[in-house]
């Protein structure tokens, strides 16, 4: 009984050093994308790229391989400029793929003042830790779907990575069989509807939402889109994926109507908090997880 005991003990405590989860680690990863070091991680620049390795680094650390060719960046030019996008994939049982993506580029900086950097903490660092979170997330848990990380250069400058992506000749092959892609954006603060909830940009569209909805064991919900007239539906990299026929939308918590950060410099470390966040992050991998196991396919209303 001793040795039982004993087993089980040890078992625990293997399996807590292996929740791969942390809340403490997605806080680190905001830390480092939204530091001044990054410099506001402005499309085209060399703190672009270093932010870039410093996601795929993650990537690799939990094991996924790259999307396309042996690099976990997939590079693009655009207006004579380099930038690149980040894709990694899990593989499941099955071919269809469950994606995660948010961008990871912000505005960059500027001369004026004594804080000239657009730091981006909750634009996007935010969304972009989140992918990265639940990259650890599932690093340990054999998935029925496979899983695809990705992180978007150059959307600030009008959506651009996103297209370049879906665009590129070898990624485009992975579309067909893409049943989903929630795009992660702006979820540092708390929003409008409280704890653990975030909203759906076009939520009226498909049953993506219901069917987040019914797989959920804590304060995370997803709400419907409050600012419908904004259409942020087509306000970030989702609608790329949407015009290739497939299911997305953005979750977010940013209360439009009454926030002080939004492209200021002020979007700093001290904007996120990060026990609402840990609580969606969470919550988004519980659901996707349960919907993967049950084959729950999110489909557009007709
Ligand atoms: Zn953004």
């Known amino acids: 009984m001793k040795k039982y005991t004993f087993l089980v003990l040890a078992l625990l405590a293997y399996s807590q050093i292996n929740a791969q989860y942390s809340k403490k680690t997605q806080l680190k990863y905001i830390e480092e994308l939204s530091s001044d070091n990054m410099k506001g991680r402005g499309f085209g620049t060399e703190e672009s790229r270093l932010s870039a390795e ?3 680094k993650t990537f690799k650390k939990n094991n996924l391989k790259p999307c396309v060719g042996d690099s976990f960046l997939i590079e693009f030019e655009h207006n004579g400029k380099k930038g690149q996008n980040v894709c990694g994939i899990k593989q499941g049982k099955s071919k269809d793929i469950y994606a995660f ?3 990871y580029d912000h505005i960059g900086y500027d001369d004026k003042g004594d804080d000239k950097i657009f730091n981006g903490a909750d ?3 935010s969304g972009t830790s989140t992918v990265m979170a ?3 997330y599932f690093k340990d848990k054999k998935t029925e779907k496979t899983l695809m990380y990705m992180a978007f250069d150059a959307e600030e400058i009008g ?3 996103s297209k370049k992506l879906v665009e590129n000749e070898a990624f485009s092959s992975y579309l067909s069989d893409m049943k989903v892609m929630l795009n992660l954006e702006m979820l540092g603060t708390l929003s409008a509807f409280g704890e653990g909830k975030v909203y759906m940009t076009g939520s009226d569209r498909s049953d993506l939402m219901a069917l987040m909805n019914s797989n959920t064991k804590t304060t995370f919900k997803v709400e419907s889109d409050p600012y419908l007239k904004q259409q942020l539906f087509f306000r970030s990299d989702n609608v790329n994926f949407v015009n290739k026929g497939v299911v997305s939308h953005s979750l977010s918590t ?3 109507e009454n926030q002080h950060h ?5 979007d700093e470390l001290d904007v996120i908090k990060i026990d609402n966040l840990s609580i969606i992050a969470q919550g988004i991998g519980y659901s996707i997880e349960e919907m993967m196991k049950q084959n729950q396919q999110p489909k557009y209303s007709k």
């Open 54 to 56: 410093l996601i795929a």
């Open 101 to 103: 993506g948010a961008h």
């Open 123 to 125: 634009d996007n660092a």
């Open 134 to 136: 639940l990259s650890d």
């Open 159 to 161: 959506l651009v990575g």
């Open 254 to 256: 940013v209360n439009m």
């Open 262 to 266: 939004y492209h200021q410099k002020n």
